[in-house]
């Protein structure tokens, strides 16, 4: 780590810490889910340790309920450039998702077209298909191009048109990586006045946003990706959000941001995602908490490289396995899929579990289309390993070692090669 000791930054992680009891896994799996750093532990038990409550009760608890969702809200601006006004937090990404998708069934009719991606978490697909399936109206796809790992965007035109209603795209893959230059498709969306939903879910915890330059109408992220425990958080246009027509209960909140928010919320994960993003804030510097977030992120994106740079000259030595990244020059997160010969991507990480202690996941990861176009699915999807910031570079030499060991065990080598 450039200026942050990577010691110091991986001592805030209960986690990873060792104890008489228990070694310590290696985590690979950010993109599944980071392990939570201290401060989002601390603000989750503080809040059930000071004295738990609902919200618009005259008693102190319920009104430290109400402060804590407003700082929420606040934080959670300052980290995504929006207002606070515009931030609803749910279940996960999904559900905020499908919640949208619903609300936004009046404005759309059989006349209309939604557009998805083939790069796309299914988590940004499906719930705009399944809005499109009830009011009839068709469904595009961009597709991805299957050599380069990006959306092809040759077509941009045609599959965004006067009838597109709403596009969906996701800004970073959790599975290549591969970052999408969104300001195109944005700029064409918005050129025939179609809402554009963002899946930030893989780029919060690597890259620094803006919802605001983007101009996109709705962004959706998960704090258990960068740090805090499990809540979804949606960032809506107040353009938009004040019109949808959301789904609620008649008496509960009819204004912007609460209209969205069924039920009770999950109040100690939401004090905890507080606490996530003071996490990220601690690493920066700056005289705004905004500008303490930046230079935070680009902390983390620092350290991130170094690794990413280890990685790739690794991969590119071995030739019993194919990574799925994008070329040079395309921006992409620390997040690498792989396949290792013919071998099946359960077997790499199982061995990887029993015999490093370590975390990689296998599967389509729920890029489900990515997974069929590039034949993934009969040897069980890919290995991913997806690197977090309290990742070390001696993890990353250990990963590499059982890498090659295991090459050496499993994979059958030409005759003639050294042994
Ligand atoms: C890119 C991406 N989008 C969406 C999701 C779904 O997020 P959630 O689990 O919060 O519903 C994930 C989860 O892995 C993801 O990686």
Redesign the pocket.
């Known amino acids: 780590m450039s200026q942050l000791s990577i010691q110091q930054l991986r001592a805030a992680f209960p986690a990873l810490q060792e104890t008489p009891d228990r070694k310590p896994l290696i985590y690979f799996d950010g993109?599944?889910g980071t392990q939570m750093a201290q401060p989002a532990l601390e603000a989750m038990v503080g809040y059930i340790t000071a004295g738990m409550a609902n919200l618009h009760g005259a008693f102190p608890t319920s009104i430290r309920t109400e402060e804590v969702l407003e700082s929420a809200r606040n934080t959670v601006a300052d980290l995504l450039n929006c207002a606070p006004a515009e931030v609803a937090f749910g279940q996960?990404?999904?559900?905020l998702a499908f919640a949208i998708a619903r609300s936004l069934g009046p404005f759309l009719t059989d006349q209309d077209e939604v557009v998805v991606t083939e790069l796309d978490?299914r988590?940004?697909v499906d719930p705009w298909v399944t809005l499109a399936q009830d009011k009839g109206a068709a469904v595009q796809f961009i597709p991805v191009n299957p050599a380069t790992y990006t959306l092809d965007l040759t077509h941009l035109e045609s599959i965004i048109t006067e009838r597109t209603k709403l596009v969906a795209v996701?800004m970073s893959s959790?599975v290549t990586g591969t970052v999408t230059d969104l300001a195109p498709i944005i700029a064409r969306a918005k050129a025939v006045n179609a809402w554009v939903v963002v899946?930030a879910?893989?780029a919060v915890p690597h890259l620094t946003l803006d919802f605001r330059q983007l101009g996109c109408d709705v962004l959706l992220c998960?704090a258990y990706?960068f740090f805090g425990p499990h809540v979804?958080i949606a960032a809506i246009a107040a353009s938009l959000f004040e019109k949808l027509p959301v789904y609620k209960l008649a008496p509960a909140p009819q204004h912007i941001p609460d209209k969205l928010e069924t039920g009770t919320q999950n109040h100690e994960a939401i004090a905890g995602l507080i606490g996530a993003i003071s996490f990220i804030e601690g690493l920066g510097s700056g005289v705004t908490r905004r500008e303490r977030l930046q230079t935070g992120m680009q902390q983390i994106a620092a350290h991130e490289q170094e690794l990413t740079t280890r990685l790739e000259n690794f991969f590119q030595s071995q030739p019993e396995v194919r990574l799925y990244r994008a070329p040079a020059g395309t921006p992409k997160t620390p997040t690498f899929a792989f396949t290792v010969a013919n071998v099946p991507a359960r077997q790499v990480t199982s061995w990887f579990a029993e015999h490093y202690g370590m975390c990689l996941a296998d599967g389509h990861?729920?890029a489900s289309t990515l997974a069929e176009k590039l034949q993934v699915n009969p040897q069980g999807g890919w290995v991913r390993i997806g690197l977090a910031p309290y990742n070390s570079l001696a993890e990353v030499a250990l990963f590499e070692q059982g890498l090659r060991e295991f090459i050496r065990l499993h994979v059958p080598q030409p005759a003639g090669s050294p042994a």
């Open positions: 993109p599944g996960n990404m999904t559900s978490h988590a940004n996701g959790n899946d879910v893989h998960s990706k979804g990861f729920y």
